[in-house]
Nanobody, 123 residues
Framework: QVQLVESGGGLVQAGGSLRLSCATS????????MGWFRQAPGKDREFVAG????????KYVDSVKGRFTISRDNAKNTVHLQMNGLKPEDTAVYYC????????????????WGQGTQVTVSS
């Protein structure tokens, strides 16, 4: 089992920044692919960013490229999502996920999920 706890969400004005963190515990974090997803009201869960176990490979949805950065610290069993240049359309509940998905953008291929953290961007 892997337990995931997100933090760092909040209310921010457009153009502002937030840094989300996902603290993990349980089985070996280092072997897991980590992803960030988001879900806005009435919309499907959307892949935002993912990072390989080594940190050497990252993926982003086109809408956040150049604004968001995913990173991980395997010594501290944490993964972060630095979000800059936030836009109102980034408003959603953000979830971190762990597993061996193969196709990182498909949410139901992940094994473990956090409870989510709300990000609200005002215009």
């Amino acid at each position: 089992q892997v337990q995931l706890v997100e933090s760092g969400g909040g209310l921010v004005q457009a153009g502002g920044s937030l840094r989300l963190s996902c603290a993990t515990s349980g089985r070996t974090f280092r072997s897991e692919y980590m992803g960030w997803f988001r879900q806005a009201p009435g919309k499907d869960r959307e892949f935002v960013a993912g990072i390989s176990w080594s940190g050497g490979s990252t993926k982003y949805v086109d809408s956040v490229k150049g604004r968001f950065t995913i990173s991980r610290d395997n010594a501290k069993n944490t993964v972060h999502l630095q979000m800059n240049g936030l836009k109102p359309e980034d408003t959603a509940v953000y979830y971190c996920a762990a597993g061996d998905p193969g196709l990182e953008y498909i949410w139901d291929l992940y094994d473990f999920w956090g409870q989510g953290t709300q990000v609200t961007v005002s215009s």
